[in-house]
């Protein structure tokens, strides 16, 4: 009997786990921001949603710094698997939270549900080439995209070693539109790619 979809998933974080242990994040990570920085939908981008890397995790910290006129979010975890989304600075303080993960403080601004997100930067442990992503199996971020999969770009920043031809995936997993790794940036096929200026 093949292994379930859930039995599946288990299997892969572990080895994706084992395989960034030996992966140099700070050098793939600063290639991979320099492949940003060059890239059209993010230059035209004006409000964009990141996270606070783990250390085996694409860091894109330094964009925050090297482009400070852009309007820059982070995500806060809260009960119930839930996301709020804060403002975020260069200089703005970030506190751990229970899983090690640095966040805003919850005193900081948030989101104006008016303002619309152009980006959103999501992390993976995996990714296949049709844009499905594996995360760590809480579903924050598959909760929280429902709402913005329609109008906001979403893209993975992860290293090439990390992508595979295809992914087991639940009816509610929210696949991407972008793949970005040290090489290049990938659109995906069969998921519709929204423009920023929209």
Not at 117 to 146: K, M, N, S
């Given at each position: 009997?093949?292994?379930?979809t859930?039995?599946?998933?288990?299997?892969?974080?572990?080895?994706?786990?084992?395989k960034?242990?030996?992966?140099?994040?700070?050098?793939l990570?600063?290639?991979?921001?320099n492949q940003?920085?060059?890239?059209?939908?993010?230059?035209?981008a004006?409000?964009?949603?990141?996270?606070?890397?783990?250390?085996?995790?694409?860091?894109?910290?330094?964009?925050?710094?090297?482009?400070?006129?852009?309007?820059?979010?982070l995500?806060r975890?809260?009960?119930?698997?839930?996301?709020?989304?804060?403002?975020?600075?260069?200089?703005?303080?970030?506190?751990s939270?229970?899983?090690?993960?640095?966040?805003?403080?919850p005193t900081?601004?948030?989101?104006?549900?008016?303002?619309?997100?152009h980006?959103?930067?999501?992390?993976?442990?995996l990714?296949?080439?049709h844009?499905?992503?594996?995360?760590?199996?809480?579903?924050?971020?598959?909760?929280?995209?429902?709402?913005?999969?329609?109008?906001?770009?979403l893209?993975?920043?992860?290293?090439?070693a990390?992508?595979?031809?295809?992914l087991?995936?639940?009816?509610?997993?929210v696949?991407?539109?972008w793949?970005?790794y040290?090489?290049?940036?990938v659109?995906?096929?069969?998921?519709?790619?929204?423009?920023?200026?929209?």
């Amino acid at each position: 009997m093949p292994p379930s979809t859930a039995e599946a998933k288990k299997q892969l974080r572990q080895d994706a786990r084992e395989k960034r242990a030996h992966l140099d994040m700070a050098s793939l990570s600063q290639v991979i921001c320099n492949q940003i920085t060059q890239w059209e939908t993010f230059q035209k981008a004006t409000h964009i949603l990141t996270y606070a890397a783990l250390p085996d995790e694409i860091n894109l910290i330094p964009l925050i710094e090297q482009f400070p006129e852009k309007h820059w979010y982070l995500p806060r975890v809260l009960p119930q698997k839930k996301l709020q989304i804060h403002q975020a600075s260069p200089q703005m303080p970030l506190a751990s939270n229970a899983f090690g993960i640095l966040e805003p403080l919850p005193t900081a601004p948030i989101l104006d549900p008016k303002i619309p997100l152009h980006l959103i930067f999501i992390p993976a442990l995996l990714i296949d080439r049709h844009g499905t992503r594996l995360g760590f199996g809480g579903g924050y971020y598959d909760r929280f995209l429902v709402e913005y999969h329609d109008k906001s770009i979403l893209c993975c920043p992860i290293p090439s070693a990390l992508w595979m031809d295809e992914l087991p995936q639940d009816p509610w997993d929210v696949k991407v539109h972008w793949g970005i790794y040290e090489t290049g940036i990938v659109s995906f096929p069969n998921v519709t790619t929204i423009s920023p200026d929209n």
